[in-house]
């Protein structure tokens, strides 16, 4: 069994990860591939929530208030809404995220507006999930 041989670089090829970057496979970022899979995970959870809320949205055409009420009040319907909305929420705000690191200049201004998403993405999250609760719960 031989070992593969590795291309010896060239005096004007330079590296530009730390050899410990390299050992770990991590980028400038530190975060190596864990942003990407979270977004392709978080977007796949939620195409598959979407599928049976937009089934049940859909069963609601024509019907009453009471009706409406009564099924969103089922447990299984709204443990799938709250599982959308965190999904969504989540997802959301991971690609505000990468627009914002990609897209604004100044430290100072993508800070501010780093975290104004994570707020906005907190809040939609939370008035959601309260939406959900209330309804589920009888209000």
């Given amino acids: 069994m ?33 942003h990407f899979w979270k977004q392709r995970v978080t977007a796949v959870s ?15 055409v ?17 443990i799938l809404l709250l599982m959308l909305v965190l999904s969504g929420v989540f997802h959301m705000r991971l690609g505000m995220q990468v627009i914002i690191e990609d897209y604004v200049k100044g430290e100072g201004r993508k800070v501010f507006w780093l975290m104004a998403n994570t707020f906005f ?15 589920s719960f009888g209000g």
């Fill in 62 to 78: 024509g019907a009453d208030y009471a009706t409406v009420k009564k099924t969103l009040q089922k447990p299984a319907v709204s």
């Fill in 46 to 60: 939620t195409l598959l929530l979407v599928v049976p809320a937009l089934i049940i949205a859909i069963g609601f």
């Fill in 2 to 34: 031989s070992t593969p041989l590795k291309p010896t670089p060239s005096p004007t090829h330079t590296e530009i990860r730390t050899p410990l970057g390299r050992v770990r496979g991590l980028g400038s970022a530190k975060e190596g591939a864990d």
């Fill in 121 to 135: 993405a907190i809040a939609v999250g939370l008035t959601s999930i309260f939406a959900v609760l209330k309804i």
